[in-house]
């Protein structure tokens, strides 16, 4: 079999990508270790940026988005006592988009179904092979037989633990990674959410988020030590740190009900250097992880996919290699700075109890200048809402 591009992984970067280069005339397969439902049953990110709106009106799936998202114009940051209202279309003249990682999923789905478009699940031992010269190809297995694809290009959107970026030969990938001693326990749930927008807490138990998917299913989080068992949190012990960190007027409204979902994420930040390896690309949590704290990890794989997907039209439309071979310094430019901004929302927002007393009074000190200045909150909002493509 030949194809112009073959795409590895039918996560939201894979399939935004696959539906771009096919509105755009260009040949694409997409291989996917798993079956579709498994792709959708792992809750993740829930904040849009405007790009990943504009991206996915380009791609032609945002219609159910704009009926069934929540456009918020702000969110709430309370650290100890203080709580401050992030006014984000007041600074920005800019929003975000509150709709799920999983409805993305399943517009994008969707739309390749109704093309019959070529999205191959339980593909097995995907393998990307010879992209250091001009005749890249992909081997899989499915069903017992082994197959093979000869393309142009490889797109690796095989998340962090995914085939491509362990397919690079040693020494040709620097990695820049830091990990967190803690993670996020998520919980989703048929209850009213707490609030109408977002509200991110610092409490000395720890960081929590209430945030959403629709009126009546709520997403909150709670900051768990590293390597916690989430068999050990029932939903009541959950619903009772959410009441204590978020604090007396949340706690007074707060409805509870049973968890449909119950996870826990660690955290980490993550860069590989460079994207690119002769005719292999990484794009999304293949490439990068960040903290899920700004909510950037879903946005970043939009700009990477908006530059690759560019690239490899021009390529094809143009006969022009300018676009691909600018994609791993224009992606780069634009993760460190949303890497920096989740490390700084993650600093601020949670507990680290092994940096001790002059860290917390550090964290008052970010807090109580933030809600002095307009300047600083223009900072963290231009950041929050996304940083030009
Ligand atoms: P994904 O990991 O989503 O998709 C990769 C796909 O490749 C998967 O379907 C996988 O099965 C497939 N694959 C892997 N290896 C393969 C192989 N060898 N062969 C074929 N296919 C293969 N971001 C936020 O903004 N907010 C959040 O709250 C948030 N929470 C998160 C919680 C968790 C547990 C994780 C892991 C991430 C979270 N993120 C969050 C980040 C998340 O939303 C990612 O940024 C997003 O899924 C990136 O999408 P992809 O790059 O498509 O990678
Ligand atoms: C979510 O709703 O899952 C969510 C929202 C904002 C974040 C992280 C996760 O920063």
Same mark, same amino acid.
């Given at each position: 079999?030949?194809?112009?591009?073959?795409?590895?992984?039918?996560?939201?970067?894979?399939? %935004?990508?696959?539906?771009?280069?096919?509105?755009?005339?260009?040949?694409?397969?997409?291989?996917?270790?798993?079956?579709?439902?498994?792709?959708?049953?792992?809750?993740?990110?829930?904040?849009?940026?405007?790009?990943?709106?504009?991206?996915?009106?380009?791609?032609?799936?945002?219609?159910?988005?704009?009926?069934?998202?929540?456009?918020?114009?702000?969110? /709430?940051?309370?650290?100890?006592?203080?709580?401050?209202?992030?006014?984000?279309?007041?600074?920005?003249?800019?929003?975000?988009?509150?709709?799920?990682?999983?409805?993305?999923?399943?517009?994008?789905?969707?739309?390749?179904?109704?093309?019959?478009?070529?999205?191959?699940?339980?593909?097995?031992?995907?393998?990307?092979?010879?992209?250091?010269?001009?005749?890249?190809?992909?081997?899989?297995?499915?069903?017992?037989?082994?197959?093979?694809?000869?393309?142009?290009?490889?797109?690796?959107?095989?998340?962090?633990?995914?085939?491509?970026?362990?397919?690079?030969?040693?020494?040709?990938?620097?990695?820049?990674?830091?990990?967190?001693?803690?993670?996020?326990?998520?919980?989703?749930?048929?209850?009213?959410?707490?609030?109408?927008? %977002?509200?991110?807490?610092?409490?000395?138990?720890?960081?929590?988020?209430?945030?959403?998917?629709?009126?009546?299913?709520?997403?909150?989080?709670?900051?768990?030590?590293?390597?916690?068992?989430?068999?050990?949190?029932?939903?009541?012990?959950?619903?009772?740190? %959410?009441?204590?960190?978020?604090?007396?007027?949340?706690?007074?409204?707060?409805? /509870?009900?049973?968890?449909?979902?119950?996870?826990?994420?660690?955290?980490?930040?993550?860069?590989?250097?460079?994207?690119?390896?002769?005719?292999?690309?990484?794009?999304?949590?293949?490439?990068?992880?960040?903290?899920?704290?700004?909510?950037?990890?879903?946005?970043?794989?939009?700009?990477?996919?908006?530059?690759?997907?560019?690239?490899?039209?021009?390529?094809?439309?143009?006969?022009?290699?300018?676009?691909?071979?600018?994609?791993?310094?224009?992606?780069?430019?634009?993760?460190?700075?949303?890497?920096?901004?989740?490390?700084?929302?993650?600093?601020?927002?949670?507990?680290?109890?092994? %940096?001790?007393?002059?860290?917390?009074?550090?964290?008052?000190?970010?807090?109580?200048?933030?809600?002095?200045?307009?300047?600083?909150?223009?900072?963290?909002?231009?950041?929050?809402?996304?940083?030009?493509?």
């Amino acid at each position: 079999m030949r194809t112009q591009v073959v795409i590895i992984g039918a996560g939201p970067s894979g399939l %935004l990508l696959s539906q771009l280069l096919h509105k755009s005339g260009v040949d694409c397969v997409v291989l996917e270790r798993r079956d579709p439902d498994y792709v959708l049953s792992r809750i993740r990110a829930g904040v849009l940026e405007q790009g990943m709106v504009d991206m996915l009106e380009r791609a032609g799936v945002s219609e159910r988005m704009h009926k069934e998202g929540l456009p918020h114009d702000g969110f /709430t940051i309370a650290v100890g006592d203080n709580r401050l209202r992030m006014d984000l279309k007041g600074l920005t003249g800019k929003n975000v988009m509150v709709y799920g990682q999983t409805e993305v999923t399943k517009d994008l789905m969707d739309a390749h179904d109704a093309r019959d478009a070529e999205v191959i699940y339980d593909a097995e031992n995907v393998t990307p092979l010879d992209f250091d010269g001009d005749n890249p190809r992909v081997t899989y297995e499915k069903d017992g037989v082994t197959h093979e694809i000869a393309c142009d290009f490889i797109c690796g959107c095989d998340g962090f633990h995914g085939v491509s970026r362990a397919s690079v030969p040693d020494g040709a990938v620097t990695e820049y990674e830091k990990v967190y001693p803690f993670g996020w326990l998520g919980i989703l749930s048929y209850v009213k959410p707490v609030d109408h927008e %977002l509200i991110y807490a610092n409490h000395a138990n720890g960081f929590a988020l209430a945030s959403m998917r629709s009126d009546i299913l709520s997403r909150y989080y709670i900051q768990v030590p590293a390597g916690t068992d989430v068999n050990k949190w029932s939903d009541e012990a959950i619903w009772n740190e %959410l009441k204590i960190r978020l604090g007396a007027e949340a706690a007074a409204k707060m409805e /509870t009900g049973p968890s449909i979902e119950k996870s826990i994420a660690p955290l980490r930040s993550f860069v590989a250097e460079p994207l690119r390896f002769g005719r292999l690309f990484l794009a999304g949590d293949a490439g990068h992880i960040v903290p899920p704290t700004g909510a950037k990890g879903l946005n970043l794989a939009a700009s990477d996919i908006h530059y690759l997907s560019e690239g490899l039209i021009e390529f094809y439309g143009e006969k022009s290699s300018a676009g691909v071979d600018a994609y791993s310094s224009r992606a780069l430019a634009r993760i460190w700075k949303a890497e920096r901004f989740s490390w700084w929302m993650t600093t601020l927002l949670h507990q680290f109890p092994e %940096l001790g007393a002059f860290n917390a009074k550090i964290q008052q000190s970010e807090m109580d200048y933030l809600a002095s200045s307009k300047a600083a909150q223009t900072v963290l909002a231009e950041n929050y809402v996304g940083l030009p493509f």
